[in-house]
């Protein structure tokens, strides 16, 4: 079993910067063999992938944050962050971490982030 949780999220001005960070707990195995990556879901609206990064590194970004988000990892409990640049008022919505591992996925509670000035 293995479980994540969030942080890093919060207020920002547009054109701001935040670094989620997403924790896990469990089996260190199943952490680092899992892709991983981010999803938001802002209100009214479905979640949506924003990053994923499989074990080995490769990288996906959704078209909306290319250029300005960077997800990355290492093989510690604090598997991934996503670091978010030229943050815009529609980046607000909640952050979740996502883990997949033979075909399961699990999922953290989400952590919000507000852009507004």
């Known amino acids: 079993q293995v479980q994540l949780v969030e942080s890093g999220g919060g207020l920002v001005q547009p054109g701001g910067s935040l670094r989620l960070s997403c924790a896990a707990s469990?089996?260190?195995?199943?952490?680092?063999?899992?892709?991983m990556g981010w999803y938001r879901q802002a209100p009214g609206k479905q979640r949506e992938l924003v990053a994923q990064i499989t074990s080995d590194g490769r990288t996906t970004y959704a078209d909306f944050v290319k250029g300005r988000f960077t997800i990355s990892r290492d093989n510690t409990r604090t598997p991934i962050y996503l670091q978010m640049n030229s943050l815009k008022p529609e980046d607000t919505a909640v952050y979740f971490c996502?883990?997949?591992?033979?075909?399961?996925?699990?999922w953290g509670q989400g952590t919000q982030v507000t852009v507004s000035s």
């Open positions: 469990g089996s260190i195995f199943s952490i680092n063999n899992m892709a």
């Open positions: 996502n883990g997949i591992l033979f075909s399961r996925a699990y």
